[in-house]
T-cell receptor, first 112, second 112 residues
Framework: DTAVSQTPKYLVTQMGNDKSIKCEQN?????MYWYKQDSKKFLKIMFS???????INETVPNRFSPKSPDKAHLNLHINSLELGDSAVYFC???????????FGAGSRLTVL | GENVEQHPSTLSVQEGDSAVIKCTYS??????FPWYKQELGKGPQLIID?????GEKKDQRIAVTLNKTAKHFSLHITETQPEDSAVYFC???????????FGKGTTLSVSS
């Protein structure tokens, strides 16, 4: 049973489109994150939510909008996609009060 | 904010040799230092971590050392095996609930 699951695993789309990536965790964790991994494998934090509340919002274009309907879900919506948005996006979760992250398998976004 | 530097970026060893990956951090308030292993097509997975009140921690063939004064920490893998081949990331954070800041990763190749 997958602990942190992301959908879709692969996403190919045209510039200017809007797309969403969904994430769900069944670990009972309170905190969820989105990380972006670029072509050089660099992992960079984008957002963090704790119990549906945004607690970290790094310097990310406002075309990226996270939404957490409940503490088990954190979705990422991206408007007006650009070539530079091509990357692997990882969702992760951790228990409240601890930074032990469990990552999903990633969603590879390719913008043409 | 925190900045984590990781070296080397690539490391090739023969099966049975030891591998060492080093990281430095900038924020003296950081107190949690995990290491993640990322296999091809998968999300990063925690392999070992250390907190600032400990100087060394071992788990079978892997060990992590921490020098708070010098602000650096290292991952040691002994008796390497081909299945150790992966990208390894160090990370640091200064309190629970804040995002982990990752190093840029080390691609380890173990040849038999």
């Amino acid at each position: 049973d997958t602990a942190v699951s992301q959908t879709p695993k692969y996403l190919v789309t045209q510039m200017g489109n809007d797309k969403s990536i969904k994430c769900e965790q069944n670990l009972g964790h309170d905190t969820m994150y989105w990380y972006k991994q670029d072509s050089k494998k660099f992992l960079k934090i984008m957002f963090s939510y704790n119990n549906k509340e945004l607690i970290i919002n790094e310097t990310v274009p406002n075309r990226f909008s996270p939404k957490s309907p409940d503490k088990a879900h954190l979705n990422l919506h991206i408007n007006s996609l650009e070539l530079g948005d091509s990357a692997v996006y990882f969702c992760a979760s951790s228990p409240s009060g601890a930074n032990v992250l469990t990552f999903g398998a990633g969603s590879r976004l390719t913008v043409l | 904010g925190e900045n984590v530097e990781q070296h080397p970026s690539t490391l090739s060893v023969q099966e049975g040799d030891s591998a060492v990956i080093k990281c430095t951090y900038s924020d003296s308030a950081s107190n949690y230092f995990p290491w993640y292993k990322q296999e091809l097509g998968k999300g990063p997975q925690l392999i070992i971590d250390i907190r600032s009140n400990v100087g060394e921690k071992k788990d079978q063939r892997i060990a992590v050392t921490l020098n708070k004064t010098a602000k650096h920490f290292s991952l040691h893998i002994t008796e390497t095996q081909p299945e150790d081949s992966a990208v390894y990331f160090c990370a640091a954070s200064n309190q629970a609930g804040t995002a982990l800041i990752f190093g840029k990763g080390t691609t380890l190749s173990v040849s038999s």
